[in-house]
């Protein structure tokens, strides 16, 4: 793990909800920062407010109060292109289902996000070739994600994510939808490509078996980090 400034810097990070008459503060006041190649585990319940806290790290939504900063640069007083920018640039993700294109092979879905992003076809194919062979699945690269098990879909997604070499990883329940066995293969692959990448990660998890994994936890309760 890297010394130095902080990769991602939350200050008093808050999302409420309006609901009718009632207001639902998930987020109270968020305090965290995360190292360069950190693994951090964020733990909490159903319901604790993980994945509103990963929609605020993702600058997936607005309505936050409080400060995000993402490689030094602060999200908060971006324009829309701009947050749109410093995700693709520096953010990968990971959900709980793996949101391939269903009509598009292993490989392209992986090519996918680096061709947006400029990267030529060639190099992005080797790059996704490298990637996926490393989870497990150089004899899989041509085969769609119905033709893929639950675990090499979310392996695809794994290679995904780190496609265009992200700063900070962002993964919500990543294993949630996977068996035992299968889940604890996957997420030992996640984490050392994580590391071996070098890229930071926060991933949301309800599993203390899988958190203790990870360099560090955090518990996200009644709103705030304890």
């Known amino acids: 793990m890297n010394s130095g400034a902080p990769i991602v810097s939350l200050k008093g990070l808050k999302r409420a909800f309006q609901q009718g008459d009632t207001r639902i503060e998930v987020l109270r006041g968020v305090e965290l920062d995360i190292m360069p190649g950190e693994i951090v585990a964020l733990l909490g319940p159903s319901g604790s407010g993980k994945s509103t806290m990963l929609q605020a790290v993702g600058l997936l939504e607005g309505g936050f109060e409080g400060s ?28 709980q289902f793996h949101h391939l294109l269903p009509d598009f092979n292993a490989r392209e879905n992986v090519v996918m996000p680096q061709m947006i992003l400029g990267t030529s076809r060639e190099d992005a194919q080797a790059r996704a070739d490298a990637l996926l062979a490393s989870l497990g699945l150089g004899e899989r690269l041509t085969h769609r ?6 675990g090499e879909q979310q392996r695809v997604a794994v290679a995904r994510a780190l496609a265009n070499r992200p700063t900070l990883v962002l993964a919500d329940e990543p294993t949630g939808n996977l068996d035992e066995n299968t889940s604890d293969a996957v997420l030992e692959q996640f984490l050392a490509l994580v590391r071996g990448e070098g890229s930071a990660a926060l991933v949301a998890t309800h599993n203390e078996r899988l958190a203790a994994r990870m360099d560090r936890v955090v518990r996200l309760k009644d709103g705030v980090l304890v």
């Not at 410093?86 to 953010?91: D, I, Q, S, Y």
């Not at 994600?145 to 639950?150: D, E, M, W, Y």
């Open 68 to 95: 995000i900063s993402i490689a030094g640069q602060r999200a908060e007083s971006m324009t829309s292109d701009e947050r749109t920018r410093l995700r693709r640039e520096h953010l990968g993700f990971v959900y």
């Open 145 to 150: 994600p119905s033709q893929l098990s639950g």
